[in-house]
Antibody, heavy 122, light 109 residues
């Protein structure tokens, strides 16, 4: 079945970097944009950016530009999100999410990973 | 950036009620609006895409409407499983960026 499986929880110190992986299965990885969304404890959803797995093109939310890098490895159908310069307010669950594509991109996220908790603490 | 204003932030209702949640965009987004349901500790689930298209497998009591700057999600007859948080999400075709609304927590009255 179609699924996204993310890497496990991380604990990082302020100033460090974290890299979260998202392995896709059950569909052609390069045919669908992949997005990253985060959710701080008790807060709402925050969109971080997307990567086109076919071309490697990316587009990041202004808030994260300069700190986030999204990459992919098509040989293993895996997307990555790296966030640098971590602060305590980066503590959140990070999700990867596939963008729907039926006769064109539909700008909604139909498949989500299970989430990866990233805790930033000294 | 396009701002999304979602209301209400909290909604108390009873099983069988009809409820409506609203999202307003700061400028026109055509029909690029989606709605999600999220339960505690779980990933969001897509309900509606392109403002009014029902995602496969989602019960027909959920419906979406609107275009331009004002959108609504309606649940025609609340079921016990519907008590959750709901988020709208927009796409800006000019900047190719996305934004979520602040969310609505739907609780049992």
């Amino acid at each position: 079945q179609v699924q996204l499986v993310q890497s496990g929880a991380e604990v990082k110190k302020p100033g460090a970097s974290v890299k979260v992986s998202c392995k896709a299965s059950g569909y052609t990885f390069t045919n669908y944009y992949m997005h990253w969304v985060r959710q701080a404890p008790g807060q709402g959803l925050e969109w971080m950016g997307w990567i086109n797995p076919n071309s490697g093109d990316t587009n990041y939310a202004q808030k994260f530009q300069g700190r986030v890098t999204m990459t992919r490895d098509t040989s293993i159908s895996t997307a990555y999100m790296e966030l640098s310069g971590l602060r305590s307010d980066d503590t959140a669950v990070y999700y990867c999410a596939r963008e729907m594509a039926v006769a064109g991109h539909l700008r909604a996220f139909d498949i989500w990973g299970q989430g990866t908790m990233v805790t930033v603490s000294s | 950036d396009i701002q999304m204003t979602q209301s209400p932030s909290t909604l108390s209702a009873s099983v069988g009620d009809r409820v409506t949640i609203t999202c307003r965009a700061s400028q026109s987004i055509s029909s690029w609006l989606a709605w999600y349901q999220q339960k505690p500790g779980k990933a969001p689930k897509l309900l509606i895409y392109k403002a009014s298209s029902l995602e496969s497998g989602v019960p027909s009591r959920f419906s979406g409407s609107g275009s331009g700057t004002e959108f609504t999600l309606t649940i025609s007859s609340l079921q016990p499983d519907d008590f959750a948080s709901y988020y709208c999400q927009q796409y800006n075709s000019y900047s190719r960026m996305f934004t979520f609304g602040q969310g609505t927590r739907l609780e049992i009255k």
